[in-house]
């Protein structure tokens, strides 16, 4: 490929997109022991996030696509073996009942009085739904597409944004979003406790027009909707931290690390309560009247609104299902929903994107989160160079909005894979296609960092080119020579398609590229 000087970095990004290439690949340098001959081959960046790199970012959300459609109607139980079960997947620990289970703390686990009981049944291993039969005969083996909310804040536009800025509940709304992942644990366990079977699913976490989190889960099998309601009227979390009412002011802006003392001053010297001691407070009701119960710092329910879909593998609706789960996998939590132009965000929307943001930057995400210090508090294990306002969490990224952890939750027994391996099996349809038409794919596994000379040394060592390296190639240079690969892949798999039909793999037709197979070798 020759590259001209016109060409800019707009230019080959713009090209790179439209082909579907990395818009950022990763350049290294390999170097063949054996032969002395060095290459630099491109390697796609892998980014989920379709500011970053669109190309790479379809592709990840096409995988996962293949990983929900795989899962939600099977008929017989994933095999699992302990490593698999271990190291798999997206889903978050569990906690204990009614504690943090990192606080290793004991409280009564008698539920609270304003939420309604729930039946509580000994959950069986299994994971596949129930068969139905049809008055002709037939059987049918439906399962669920849920939608979960969060409460009201306050009331909003048909633009999402508060109607009374002022009394729109920004630090509940905050909140609510930092510990969303812990809720939805909750609901998890209370549906598998109230069916008695291990309910398995695939969800994806997306905000709302107003940008509240919301949960949409493929649910394996058919649950009864007025149980599904029950459970999520019942459930709850509850966050047992010290208080975060009251900001305390230093004279120097912040608290002090001290050496002496080991840990952080307030302005007269006196240390700062530990995160412990800060816990015993709270645990032991200091400050409270007689007969007085303490009271977590906050709680979160979900909303009223549960939306309940019942699918059948197969049909149209099971395939718009999974497209809708995906949809806005690749956009961050701040980005419009609605469009790709940054600049049709309204004044009123922005001020409201601004307003959460400003609320998850000061709060605390976690126990070990600097912003403690705001509160008159250490953070767990404290350590010096910490300022609020500071904390490497993403939850306080205005990118995020609160929304730190997984933005799609896959249950450990969902298809019996890891993602890996869902990857690998794209790879092998691909592979396989190519292979069948007598095509050789370029280079794939030549260049293994397994591989080993004559001697036995490694035979390929890998060293990382740097964009500020003397000799480091020019990113015109970088995706032109990602768009060849992508190119050339494109190339190879519509003759092999054309020549042994398509493949009965669940490989996209708009998607060639062998997933796995990152590599470029150039000259």
């Not at 004991?106 to 008055?135: I, K, N």
């Not at 931290?241 to 690390?257: E, K, Q, S, T």
């Not at 480091?472 to 050339?488: D, G, L, N, T």
Request: aromatic share 6%; charged share 30%.
């Amino acid at each position: 490929m020759v590259l001209g000087p016109a060409l800019s970095d707009e230019l080959v990004r713009s090209a790179a997109v439209l082909l579907g290439a990395c818009v950022r690949p990763v350049l290294s340098r390999v170097t063949d022991t054996t032969t002395g001959d060095v290459r630099t081959v491109t390697i796609a960046c892998g980014a989920t996030r379709e500011a970053v790199c669109p190309s790479c970012a379809e592709r990840a959300r096409r995988l996962r696509m293949q990983q929900c459609r795989e899962g939600w109607h099977l008929d017989t139980e994933p095999e699992l073996d302990d490593q698999d079960d271990a190291e798999s997947d997206d889903e978050t620990p569990t906690d204990d009942d009614e504690d943090d289970a990192t606080e290793r703390r004991v409280r009564s686990t008698r539920r609270r009085e304003d939420v309604p009981d729930l039946p509580r049944l000994p959950v069986s291993g299994h994971t596949v739904g129930r068969t139905f039969e049809a008055p002709d005969g037939k059987t049918y083996r439906p399962s669920m597409f849920l939608t979960l909310t969060m409460p009201s804040y306050g009331r909003v536009t048909d633009e999402g944004v508060p109607a009374d800025p002022h009394r729109y509940d920004y630090r509940r709304a905050a909140l609510d979003a930092m510990h969303f992942p812990k809720l939805i644990d909750r609901f998890w366990q209370n549906l598998r406790r109230a069916t008695g079977y291990n309910v398995q699913y695939f969800a994806a976490v997306e905000p709302q027009r107003r940008l509240a989190p919301h949960l949409h889960a493929a649910i394996r099998g058919a649950i009864p909707r007025q149980l599904i309601k029950q459970v999520a009227a019942a459930t709850y979390h509850q966050v047992w931290w010290p208080g975060i009412d009251h900001v305390h002011h230093y004279r120097d802006g912040r608290p002090a690390w001290d050496d002496e003392q080991g840990g952080y001053v307030d302005d007269g010297g006196w240390m700062l309560p530990t995160w412990d001691e800060a816990m015993d407070y709270v645990d032991n009701g200091d400050g409270l009247d007689v007969g007085e119960e303490p009271e977590p710092v906050h709680v979160l329910r979900f909303g009223v609104q549960v939306d309940l879909q019942g699918i059948l593998a197969g049909t149209p609706a099971a395939d718009r299902r999974v497209g809708y789960l995906t949809k806005y996998l690749t956009k961050s939590i701040a980005e419009p929903l609605d469009t790709d132009d940054p600049n049709r965000i309204s004044a009123a929307r922005r001020a409201h994107i601004d307003r959460l943001a400003e609320e998850v930057r000061w709060l605390p995400c976690s126990p070990t989160c600097a912003n403690w210090l705001r509160y008159g508090t250490q953070p767990k294990n404290a350590k010096p160079g910490m300022e609020p306002g500071r904390c490497p969490s993403k939850a306080h990224d205005r990118d995020h909005l609160g929304l730190g952890g997984r933005r799609v939750l896959v249950s450990r027994k969902w298809t019996g894979k890891t993602l890996t391996e869902h990857r690998a099996d794209r790879a092998a349809v691909v592979r396989a296609v190519l292979t069948e038409a007598g095509i050789e794919m370029d280079d794939h596994d030549q260049l293994s960092t397994t591989a080993t000379a004559p001697d036995g040394k490694p035979r390929y060592i890998w060293t990382p080119v740097r964009p500020g390296d003397p000799d480091a190639p020019s990113y015109v240079w970088a995706v032109a020579k990602s768009i060849e690969q992508r190119r050339r892949w494109r190339e190879q798999y519509d003759a092999a398609k054309q020549a042994t039909g398509p493949p009965s793999g669940d490989v996209s037709a708009t998607d060639p590229s062998p997933e796995g197979t990152p590599l470029c070798p150039t000259t």
